[in-house]
């Protein structure tokens, strides 16, 4: 198996909400704090097995594009602002990816000096 990821590697990170509030409502938190530089938020089908029975539902999946070292911080945001007693949290590792939108992914997770504003127009 390969080492583990540098702290500044990009992963994914996924969830998934009961709804598109909900998952607005993490988007927007992960994104303003840093802790990724996008969340897509896309409508899907789930089926699962919950406490013994299988069950399907219509559900919000967050993909959220972060930093291996951000890792620990987007989960115990997600869990804050998630509704589900065991909300989905999958890290996958990016193995490989456009330079310009890899480098892109690390500058939007770094910390702000507190003094700094927003480059936006």
Do not use: N
Request: aromatic fraction near 6%; include cysteine.
């Amino acid at each position: 198996m390969d080492a583990e990821p540098s702290p500044t590697h990009a992963i994914v990170v996924t969830t998934a909400t009961g709804s598109r509030a909900e998952a607005d409502r993490i988007a927007e938190h992960l994104v303003s704090k840093r802790l990724a530089a996008c969340v897509q938020v896309s409508p899907i089908a789930s089926c699962y097995r919950w406490r013994g029975a299988v069950e399907r539902a219509d559900e919000w999946l967050c993909t959220i594009k972060t930093r291996a070292d951000r890792f620990a911080a987007v989960e115990s945001a997600v869990r804050a602002l998630h509704s589900y007693d065991v909300p989905e949290l999958l890290a996958t590792r990016v193995w490989a990816g456009g330079a310009d939108y890899l480098a892109w992914i690390a500058s939007e997770t770094e910390s702000m000096p507190s003094t700094e504003t927003s480059s936006e127009p």
